[in-house]
């Protein structure tokens, strides 16, 4: 759960901008390797590449 929502806009280029504090609360490091992929529902996931390696790997999804 996110403590301090932020609200992001897409910017003319597509680029969004997300406040470091917030990735600093979901545990992600300056310099870390994401993930970005649609759920298809409107949602938009952030993973670890790491994280979402492994569980492709281990269990064959995302």
Do not use: K, Y
């Not at 003319?12 to 545990?27: I, K």
């Not at 992600?28 to 952030?46: C, H, K, T, Y």
């Amino acid at each position: 759960m996110i403590r301090e929502p932020a609200e992001v806009s897409v910017e003319p280029d597509g680029r969004v901008e997300l406040p470091l504090g917030l990735l600093a609360e979901a545990g992600v490091n300056v310099g870390d390797g994401l993930l970005a992929f649609s759920e298809g529902d409107g949602r938009i996931v952030l993973r670890r590449a790491s994280d979402a390696i492994n569980d492709l790997l281990n269990h064959g999804t995302l």
